[in-house]
Nanobody, 125 residues
């Protein structure tokens, strides 16, 4: 089970931090990530992290502004979002899937993930 929190409304240039409480098997390794979907657009991977080695991926448009983090002790996944822009407005979802691709990277396509949160809205104006 994944439960997001931390969304809200912010002005351009502001910051928000999203959190995802994850009830996952501590004996497994996971690709964990944040996806977003704006109205009329496809869901896209914003930031991904592999639980074992913390190898991460960022969407080009958020590099340098967003930071994904993982707290194993608290079983939480975070997304620090700084210098927010109106184009960041979307519903943000936490996702997880056991393992990773043979290439050593995480899947970047939403349907490849098995576990999803309910989403949290981020609005930048």
């Amino acid at each position: 089970q994944l439960v997001e929190s931390g969304g809200g409304s912010v002005q351009t240039g502001g910051s928000l931090r999203l959190s995802c409480a994850a009830s996952l098997n501590p004996g497994d390794t996971y690709c964990l990530g944040w996806f977003r979907q704006a109205p009329g657009k496809e869901r896209e991977a914003v930031a991904l992290i592999y639980s074992e080695d913390r190898r991460s991926y960022y969407l080009d448009s958020v590099k340098g502004r967003f930071t994904i983090s993982q707290d194993n002790a608290k079983n939480t996944l975070g997304l620090q979002m700084d210098n927010l822009k109106p184009e960041d407005t979307a519903m943000y979802y936490c996702a997880a899937r056991e393992g990773r691709m043979a290439t050593g990277t995480c899947w970047r396509f939403g349907p490849d993930y098995y576990y999803w949160g309910q989403g949290t809205q981020v609005t930048v104006s």
